[in-house]
């Protein structure tokens, strides 16, 4: 497999501007402005928009709920995560940019797409318990949006699938403790602390997991500087920061059970090196979840990735797992 190294080492000055290059290849794929989703193409018969889901106001608390023209409801949903480098707390109308989030509306899918908070405006473990509080209010308050709580997938791109990964990997898991450092998955945000942040299905788009390899694996940005992505979302430079990695890390969390997994992954990705989501399925695997591992030769992070055939794949996947290819 081939891959590109990082060659000899840049200056102060010009890695910041390296990695600021880096990062805002990073956030192509779910540029850090958000749009309005009235103002896109998406077909939808009912939206919902801009809902608080842990009632504090904030930005990086809001959710928007997208019903499908066609079909019955309650509608299995899928839940949508935007990739940003961590950096943007506002990105949530992104997601129908690509198209996927467009298709599963036109397979009976509700979308529900989510902001949370970015790494500047909390660490770690700030952004899954967002994560977490979104789920619990659109389970508890299903029956007001015709949304089926039986089944709630969870998808997400770089970063996003990072946190859907984690999302899936906790499922059972509230508090766990590294080598003697603790860390609050669950959280306590929004009124519906009592309510289950289980999901039912994972799709993955190149999300990392491990950060302490990924400049090993090839990666053309240092990820193990102060000033990358994955520094400043656990607080620190990763490679000073071990156990705060692996809390962060969603194979830490893997047990039997995990719900089922489809994860995509370009074999020639710059940013995310491919060996992420490799570790991951390897640890799926291996404890006996559900997995699917699919690599796409030449993809990037993105490009010849987020294309209809992968697509089309993934909605397979979540109608199996919901039930809807038998309805």
Known sequence: MNRTMPIGKPGKQCLQIILLTICCAFNSIAQTEDIDAEK????????????????????GHRLDIHLPRNGKAPFPVVIAIYGSAFFSNSSKGVVFKDGLCQKLLENGFAVVSINHRSSRD???PAQIQDVKAAIRFIRA??????LDNAFIGITGWSSGGHLSALAGTTNTTKTDRINGLAVDIEGSLGKYTKT??????????????????????GSTMSHDDINSPESTLVGGAIQENPDKCALANPISYVNKSNPPFLIFHGDQDPLVPICQSEKLFEKLRSTGVKSEFVIIPGGKHGPG????????????FLKSESGADKR
Do not use: Q
């Open 305 to 316: 990735v987020l294309i209809d055939k992968y697509f089309e794949k993934a909605i397979l």
């Open 122 to 124: 909390a660490v770690f």
């Open 141 to 146: 308050n299903s029956l007001k949006f015709s």
């Open 196 to 217: 289950s942040s289980h999901i039912n299905a994972v799709v993955d788009w190149f999300g990392p997991t491990d950060f302490l390899i990924m400049d090993k694996c």
């Open 40 to 59: 896109t193409a998406i077909e939808s018969s009912r939206h919902w928009l801009d809902i608080d889901y842990a009632g504090d106001g904030i930005v």
